[in-house]
């Protein structure tokens, strides 16, 4: 069993165990060896922008509740049906759709690609320093059975890749992890966090590469 951290040790962890890159070269050699599809990768546009989930940010949403979650998708699926087909949706489809079109669930987005991540980490005109998130997902994290159990029911954190129904996923190599407990942040055995300093010039080598 994996040791269990306190949400600030967690945090400490984080910022203490990062690969801090200068430019294209020093980031091309950090993902040399996660180019494989074993990996999934996160990018954020500030160092404090944990990998926790939207409805568990509670400066941002208030006091977590599941009845609320619930309640918000409830919500979503009754005034969602006229923007696209869902047909056949089940509840794990219409948590990946609230997710994609920028409703706070317990779901967070990743890509099986790197240079995709850098540029969600890069694509904000800010000066501070930015995150790219990498998890070998082979060996830390599995897919969850999403066949016949509720996702507000599971248990387990897990990979779930749902359905390309969705142009925007495809285009991004998107999959999603699912948090039972939304407000702890993610932190799995094997992270790896690279750090890409906010030097204006310097994400430009990184972002001119893309």
Known sequence: MAPQFSQAAIRKNIDSNQIVVKDWSDFHSCIFDMSD??????????????PLPSIGREDQYGPY???????????????AVALMPTAGFDDWQWLAYAQHV?????LLD????????????LCQDN????LIYCVKYSTYIHEVDAVGVSPFENTKEGRF???????RLRWQRGTFTIHPHPTKIFYPPGMEVIRTKGDVANMSKISRSL
Do not use: C
Request: charged share 30%; hydrophobic share 40%.
């Open 65 to 79: 509740k599941r009845a609320q979650e619930e309640r918000l998708l409830r919500a979503f699926k009754d005034r």
């Open 102 to 106: 920028g409703v706070p669930t317990r």
């Open 37 to 50: 599809t074993a990996w999934i990768f996160r990018g954020v546009s500030s160092p404090d922008h944990y």
């Open 161 to 167: 890749s749902p359905p390309l129904a969705f142009d």
């Open 110 to 121: 990743w890509s099986t690609s790197p240079l995709m991540a850098a540029f969600f980490a």
């Open 127 to 130: 000066e501070n320093d930015r």
